[in-house]
């Protein structure tokens, strides 16, 4: 069995010299799947001492944070999902302020610093905003990590630059660094950090020990105020304010740091958090990655097979990377297509994992474009996926089927693909194999996007080793030029696809043929030279073949920015397109130019021949 994430927590907060407690802190430690896919939080805020009601803005912003962030798509990068929580939280704070009697004086609103870290994988993404402080403690070597976001007017008079609450929009700083066993990880109010030094903590730390006799790894046994049991599912929650940890060794050194800053004269509240890196997981694993471990490879379907309740119906495609098949679930009497791996292909876990993330993507997105995976209602033994039945044709097939489509019947498939994409990228997820033959329109002209083995999950890249990032998943002719180059994809990569497919549908074919795929360096791809639409026989206006042009753009800075960008430009003439002059006879029929060049060039050699006979 893989290696889980495994962390050891201390807590202390303590009113200090103060009459109330304006600090508030928090730990989920949630249960698998989450704790894979989701990661550890911890969280600390510090309200501002001359509020009032600042005390409710750190409760709010922890307890907030701490919910919220496990409710966000686990397709989402930590980034993503904590910059989504802490926007909302921010907005919502700065409007219960401007509600109040303080909206004119933002030191008496709800505004508190905030500090944060999400342990996930073999990460720590820390996010940071005011003059708390993260600390880390690596191999008798103390770094800080964090920056004061406070300027001092005086020797004895400042303010706060940056928190939580202070505007309408808050700009958090965001780092990741990759973690080590035996890493701790200190976070600390500025009633503690600013009376305790290095030197106490170097004194501290090495005189309890090293990783593995400071106490058993454990958290403090305070009931969570951070949502409800099952919200989040089975976890381990700790959301407190003014609690004396006392539980482990590292609930010990916590209190002994807050106590010495006490001693050492802080007038302020007093709050650290401990984090002790365990163990590690391996870089791989995740939920797909177990799964793959559980789940035995399917036996060689044929007709009439019973696999898990699914009775198999014949064989509709098969491939060297999966095989097809129409099967009837008995259940429901539910014609479904079963989708098994490849055999050539069953001996490698790579290929295994991405072959279930189909499903696993499939679940995560919501959209009538995009196929549809069966619900499980039964235990399952085999690996395989199921997915809905889409009766109707590829788009390979239909473009053999339609040589010379309309250029609205064109555009009414391209923007229900678009839709499909927009459905991947709101998700943070890149489809990178964006083809015809992945593209079905059903019996009522519904157009959907199936197979999902070459996506690009944010959340689940970052389960990955740095080695397992790189390599094309997708087809070559419809890959972005920047895949070539080792790059990562991009919304933009699949705007290119798609724009290779809305040329190809109105041409019959490639913008670049197969240069494209030839051309693996920068030099290479700013040779290569764009087939114009513009074509005799077809009826496409200049102003759609600028619209291709740009989106088909070797260069993903040249691109257009967002999928709607160039569905708008497909239906309403861009007058910069219609400024331009038509392209010239090289870029729309190089034949006809060559063989004009060479008719000419004969016609001045007889010219000159003639010339030289006459002397």
Known sequence: MSPKLIVSTGQ?????????????????????????????????????SSSEVSQIASETAVSGFLEDYYCTSEAWSVKTSADRVLAAMNSWLFAETQQSQSRYDKDRGYVC???????????????????????????????????????????????????????????????????????????????????VDADFLHSLFSTAGTVGTLGPPSTPSVPGTAGTPGTLGERDTVCTAGAHGLGSGLDRLARDMAEEALRRGSQDNLTV?????????????????????????????????????YRVVKEVHGSSRSHVFLAIDEETSTPVILKTPSVDLQGDPAYLERFLMEEWVARRINSPHVLKPVAQTRKRNYLYVVMELIDGQSLAQWMIDNPRPKLETVRGIVEQIAKGLRAFHRVEMLHQDLRPENIMIDSTGTVKIIDFGSTSVAGVMEHAAPGERTGILGTEQYAAPEYFLGEAGSPRSDLFSLGVITYQMLTGRLPYGTDAAKARTRSAQRKLQYRSALHDKREIPAWVDGALRTAVHPDPAKRYQELSEFMFDLRQPNQAFLRRTRPPLLERNPVIFWKSVSLVLALLVIALLKALNKT
């Open 12 to 48: 202390y907060s303590d009113k200090g010299r103060k009459e109330t407690n304006q600090d508030f802190h928090g730990i989920v430690t949630p249960a698998e799947p989450l704790l894979s896919s989701k990661g550890i939080a911890v969280a600390l805020a510090d309200g501002i």
């Open 273 to 309: 958090q401990l984090v002790r890196i365990e163990t590690l997981p391996d870089a791989a694993a995740s939920e797909i990655h177990q799964r793959v471990s559980e789940l035995a490879l399917a036996p060689t379907l044929e007709a009439r097979m019973l696999v898990d309740g």
């Open 113 to 195: 610093t905030f500090s944060a870290m999400v342990i996930k994988s073999t990460t720590a993404h820390v996010f940071h905003v005011g003059d708390a402080r993260i600390y880390l403690l690596r191999d008798g070597s103390l770094e800080q990590l964090t920056s004061d976001h406070r300027v001092w007017v005086s020797r004895d008079q400042s303010y706060l630059s940056r928190a939580l609450g202070i505007g309408p929009r808050v700009e958090i700083d965001y780092f990741a660094l990759q973690i080590e066993k035996g890493d701790l990880f200190i976070l600390a109010t500025d009633g503690v950090h600013e009376y």
